[in-house]
T-cell receptor, first 112, second 115 residues
């Protein structure tokens, strides 16, 4: 069965600092991995995805994530946080057809 | 582009009342989903529909029913609402070319409170 674990329900960073949001997955087959972002009172939107083409994946708004099979991780990073990055971020895994499993989410606070 | 549209956006119910959440997508997607979002629990799949005329249970189907009315519309019904169903409900869909990769398109959510 597939699952994801997001370490830290809340993360605070200063504006301009590195953003690191952690995600570890469990899957019995090579997975598809995703990061979604949710701004207040909105639905989720895709930030980036890993589908085995490249281990370092670049997404929108300067975010990127690296797939590390040996560590079963897919951590999300951004070199310099911006106030507009404040949101909730969800890691998700799919083993293929139909089913996507989400993590519990990490709320990112950016301090001016 | 409207994408995925959910109605209503907000609803307050009393225990035992019934209601239907509506979802429509204009992207010609075959697959549609209903999730609920609760603090600290992420998104949990309630039901999904792989295509018009088919529905399947997800992780937390108890207390809900669904109808895939046509290719565009997928409704979620609470027959007898309970306080445990207080949540934010999201409808989502996947385009045919993205089914295997699980890339979802979400509506803005329906916030339901059951008193």
């Amino acid at each position: 069965a597939q699952s994801v674990t997001q370490l830290g329900s809340h993360v605070s960073v200063s504006e301009g600092a590195l953003v690191l949001l952690r995600c570890n997955y469990s899957s019995s087959v090579p997975p598809y991995l995703f990061w979604y972002v949710q701004y207040p009172n909105q639905g989720l939107q895709l930030l980036l995805k890993y589908t085995s083409a490249a281990t370092l994946v670049k997404g929108i708004n300067g975010f990127e994530a690296e797939f590390k099979k040996s560590e079963t991780s897919f951590h999300l990073t951004k070199p310099s946080a911006h106030m507009s990055d404040a949101a909730e971020y969800f890691c998700a895994v799919s083993e293929g057809y139909q089913k996507v499993t989400f993590g519990t989410g990490t709320k990112l606070q950016v301090i001016p | 582009n409207a994408g995925v549209t959910q109605t209503p956006k907000f609803q307050v119910l009393k225990t035992g009342q019934s209601m239907t959440l509506q979802c429509a997508q204009d992207m010609n997607h075959n697959s549609m989903y209903w999730y609920r979002q609760d603090p600290g629990m992420g998104l949990r799949l309630i039901y999904y529909s792989a295509s018009e005329g088919t529905t399947d249970k997800g992780e937390v189907p108890n207390g809900y029913n669904v109808s895939r009315l046509n290719k565009r519309e997928f409704s979620l019904r609470l027959e007898s609402a309970a306080p445990s169903q207080t949540s934010v409900y999201f409808c989502a869909s996947i385009g045919d070319g993205r089914v295997l990769t699980g890339e979802l398109f979400f509506g803005e959510g329906s916030r339901l409170t059951v008193l």
